[in-house]
Every structure is written in C-alpha cells, then in structure tokens.
C-alpha cells in the first residue's frame, strides 16, 4: 500500500470513492452518504485544507483522512465551541487544525493503515492545536479509540451530542506538532 498526500482535486476526483470508505468504516445507511457527499465535496476549500490516501497497489482507496483550520462559522466548530467553557474555547479552538474524516476500509483495518494516515496528517497540518471528534466506544475495544490515545489524544468533551446523529461522541484534543514529525518528503509518502 502506498500513503499519498492529496490536493483538493485529488479529493474531488475520487470522490465516490471517498463516500464509499467513509459509509463502510462509519457504518452509516446509504441514504445518509448523499448528504455525506455534498458536505465533504465543499470541506475541500476550507482555509488549510491537508489530505492523505492510502491505496493498493491496483489503486483502490484503502483509507483517507482530511482536516483543515476550524473557525467561527463552520458547523463543527460552532458545535462543539456551545459546549465549551469560555477558558476551554480559548484554548482549544485557537489556531487549531481540525482533522474532519479519518477513515480505513474494515478490511484494511488493523495493518496500521490508519497510523500512517494520521501521522502524516498532522505532519502537514498548521496550528497549534487539533481537535477530532469520535463515537463513544470502549476504549480498550475500539481500534480508533487506541490509535487517537497512543497519538496523545485527551479528553475535550466526553459524550457530546451533535445534532442530526443517534450517538454520542467525545472530542479529542493534542497539541501539535507530533514530538517525532516526520521531514518533508518522508518516505512513502508521495504527491497524488
């Protein structure tokens, strides 16, 4: 498998493909994409904007993840700023880099697909801070719940309700840059 970087087009290309991984690792209904679909098509002009796809050796997507600057404004981040303390709100949603989707088809899951995505993301991503939000899950079961806590992630807001969805989720928090950042250029990862 090989982990690229993705400019806004290379997104808007693959699209489809994006949807597709992003209902299989979500496990959300096929009516629910549609709306998925026009929502992450439009992420790609926010202020910065960082992707990365990992793909097999035939070119099928395998994983994405894709974030960008949170501000005022934007849907995210007016959510989970309501429900934060006006301290908490200074601190965490300044210069933060919001990573939007982070996803890996189930059947690529558990190879470390998803670390590699995430790393380089967050190596390419400007701010001080990243926030992330994630289902509940139990931690000690949850592949995802494991990658974001041996990345450092803390505990923001725990069990939050975004409007529109069933489930509860926690946001998720680290300052950046990684200790280990990887150089530009870094092996295996490449342009799209």
């Known amino acids: 498998m090989r982990l690229v970087a993705w400019q806004p087009d290379d997104l808007l290309r693959r ?6 991984v ?5 496990g959300y209904r096929k009516e629910l994409l549609q709306t ?20 097999t050796a035939e070119g099928r997507l395998a994983g994405f993840g894709y974030g960008y600057t949170s501000a005022a404004g934007q849907w995210w981040h007016d959510q989970v700023r309501s429900a934060l303390d006006e301290p908490s709100r200074g601190y965490w949603l300044s210069s933060c880099f919001e990573v939007v989707e982070l996803h890996v ?16 993301l967050l190596a390419m991503a400007d701010g001080e801070r990243v926030l992330l939000s994630t289902p509940e899950a139990d931690e000690l079961q949850s592949r995802a719940w494991r990658l974001y806590r041996r990345f450092g992630f803390t505990d923001v807001l725990r069990n ?4 529109g969805d069933e489930r ?10 990684l200790a280990e950042r990887p150089a530009e250029g870094a092996p295996g990862m490449v342009g799209g």
């Open 15 to 20: 699209l489809d493909d994006v949807v597709a």
């Open 105 to 120: 088809r189930p059947v690529a899951q558990g190879h470390g697909v998803g670390a590699r995505q995430l790393r380089a």
């Open 168 to 177: 509860a989720f926690a946001i998720l928090g680290r300052e950046l840059p």
């Open 22 to 26: 992003y209902g299989e690792a979500m």
């Open 36 to 55: 998925r679909r026009g929502y992450i098509g439009s992420h790609v002009r926010r202020p910065g904007f960082r992707a990365v796809a990992t793909l």
């Open 160 to 163: 939050f309700m975004f409007p």
